[in-house]
């Protein structure tokens, strides 16, 4: 069942920290109130992210429309099979942007915290 975000409609809401995650069937209806807070709230578009279990040989994929890439390097995917390019290489901004994402966040010092 897919995980489908929400955020107020014309408001902030400070009990849900701006979005709240509901998981929903596919066929259910949009939410028109949030489960939490009860504010009028409206569905957003956000990250979506799915694997595939298992592999599938190459020629199957491609005869379906698809293209198969693989790692070569940071930032250079070599294609195996299908249509397209024959290498996607990220721009020195993409791999810094990937990297800082994939970073640990930085500790945050609160000065005004007593830490006796």
Same mark, same amino acid.
């Given at each position: 069942? /897919?995980?489908?975000?929400?955020?107020?409609?014309?408001?902030?809401?400070?009990?849900?920290?701006?979005?709240? !995650?509901? +998981?929903?069937? +596919?066929?259910?209806?949009?939410?028109?109130?949030?489960?939490?807070?009860?504010?009028? *709230?409206?569905?957003?578009? &956000?990250?979506? @992210? #799915?694997? %595939?279990?298992?592999? =599938? /040989?190459?020629?199957? @994929? &491609?005869?379906?429309?698809? @293209?198969? #890439?693989?790692? =070569?390097?940071?930032?250079?995917?070599?294609?195996?099979?299908?249509?397209? $390019?024959? *290498?996607?290489?990220? @721009?020195?901004?993409? %791999?810094? =942007?990937?990297? =800082?994402?994939?970073? $640990? /966040?930085?500790?945050? +010092?609160?000065? !005004?915290?007593?830490? &006796?």
């Amino acid at each position: 069942m /897919p995980v489908y975000e929400y955020e107020p409609d014309d408001r902030d809401c400070l009990m849900c920290d701006g979005r709240v !995650d509901v +998981i929903q069937g +596919i066929g259910e209806d949009p939410l028109k109130y949030c489960p939490w807070c009860g504010l009028d *709230v409206k569905r957003v578009i &956000s990250r979506v @992210t #799915f694997k %595939i279990q298992g592999s =599938a /040989p190459e020629d199957n @994929t &491609s005869r379906k429309g698809f @293209t198969t #890439f693989r790692k =070569a390097e940071k930032g250079v995917w070599e294609k195996v099979s299908g249509e397209g $390019p024959d *290498v996607l290489t990220g @721009t020195k901004d993409d %791999i810094a =942007a990937v990297d =800082a994402e994939k970073a $640990p /966040p930085k500790k945050i +010092i609160d000065l !005004d915290k007593d830490v &006796s």
